[in-house]
């Protein structure tokens, strides 16, 4: 049942997106019960190109579910406000680095075909996640109300699309469900208990 709401939601901000690029009236934004806010924060393991983190939340929820979102190449954490807004007014919690905008300044790792030092990008995510986890175990707001039991959402936008080849392996442990196949892969899946947990699976692969 959440995977289908959370699933449902994506689809139609998205196409909500799609309508503004091809119609001059702009159609209303899809809100939830929700207002939100948000805040920055530094996240110290990040890459060192950019430690801030994006947070986008429900404000008075009692009770949220985490979706971390990677940006895409030549993005800003920020260039997703409004589908941020959108998700957070439904009572989820967003987090999104800006870490690696122009590739990554510690991991230089580069794939074939792709922009250089974006090989291990999907690991800013995976810190996110853990980032937030922490926050959550020291009892800092808004993250003291996310509830991880059910695993958390990973979305992302262009370069941030590798989140499919993270899934795959993570569904190696946990099922894995696509919530949008077109514009920006977004998924969502049960994550390991830590990403350095998924972190230690990567390597012996």
């Known amino acids: 049942m959440h995977t289908s709401f959370l699933s449902t939601l994506f689809s139609s901000l998205l196409c909500v997106a799609r309508l503004r690029t091809v119609s001059s009236t702009t159609p209303d934004p899809i809100r939830g019960p929700f207002q939100t806010a948000k805040l920055t924060f530094d996240d110290p393991e990040a890459d060192k190109s950019d430690q801030r983190v994006l ?38 919690t967003v987090t999104s680095h800006w870490a690696c905008k122009e590739g990554c300044k510690e991991d230089r790792l580069s794939l074939k075909d792709d922009p250089p030092f974006f090989g291990n990008y999907y690991k800013q995510q995976l810190l996110t996640i853990d980032w937030a986890r922490e926050q959550k175990s020291n009892g800092v ?17 262009s370069m941030g699309g590798p989140v499919h080849s993270l899934l795959l392996l993570v569904s190696q442990r946990h099922p894995a469900q696509h919530l949008q196949r077109r514009y920006a892969p977004c998924l969502y899946a049960r994550v390991p208990r830590t990403a350095s947990s998924f972190s230690s699976l990567h390597r012996r692969t």
């Not at 030549?74 to 260039?79: F, I, T, W």
């Not at 941020?84 to 007014?89: C, E, I, T, V």
């Open 141 to 157: 707001a808004p993250f003291d109300v996310i509830d991880f039991r059910d695993g958390v959402g990973i979305a992302g936008h």
């Open 55 to 92: 947070v986008v939340y429900p404000v008075g929820a009692n009770s949220t579910r985490l979706i971390s979102y990677a940006h895409g190449l030549g993005n800003n954490a920020d260039d997703y406000q409004e589908l941020f807004d959108g998700l957070a007014s439904f009572g989820y």
